[in-house]
């Protein structure tokens, strides 16, 4: 059973920049896929960025290219998400998700991900 621990969040003004980190506990294989997904209210939960066991895949969702970036450390086992020029539409839970195997082709969607982190609150304020 993988555990998925998140911390980080909080409230920013627009502009401002948060990291999230999730970092994952009692995974047994060496393949997997990990990806960000964030839901606002009244909304479906959607897909922000996904990368795989080497770092080498990634995806972002159009609304965060250019100021997401998804990384890893393999050392830690930790997954992050740094988020620069956030934005008051940027406000939503955040979740991360984990998958054993390889990635599925983009873009990330729920059934792909197995298990998943409590949430964290963004708020950006304008």
């Known amino acids: 059973q993988v555990q998925l621990v998140q911390s980080g969040g909080g409230s920013v003004q627009a502009g401002g920049s948060l990291r999230l980190s999730c970092a994952a506990i009692?995974?047994?294989?060496?393949?997997?896929?990990m990806a960000w997904f964030r839901q606002a209210p009244g909304k479906q939960r959607e897909g922000v960025a996904r990368?795989?066991?080497?770092?080498?895949?990634?995806y972002y969702a159009d609304s965060v290219k250019g100021r997401f970036t998804i990384s890893q450390d393999n050392a830690k086992n930790t997954l992050y998400l740094q988020m620069n020029s956030l934005k008051p539409e940027d406000t939503a839970m955040y979740y991360c998700?984990?998958?054993?195997?390889?990635?599925?082709?983009?873009?990330?969607?729920?059934?792909?991900?197995?298990?998943w982190g409590q949430g964290t609150q963004v708020t950006v304020s304008s």
């Open positions: 009692a995974y047994t294989y060496s393949t997997y896929c």
């Open positions: 998700a984990f998958t054993y195997g390889v990635c599925p082709r983009p873009p990330p969607t729920t059934p792909d991900f197995r298990y």
């Open positions: 990368i795989d066991t080497a770092g080498l895949i990634t």
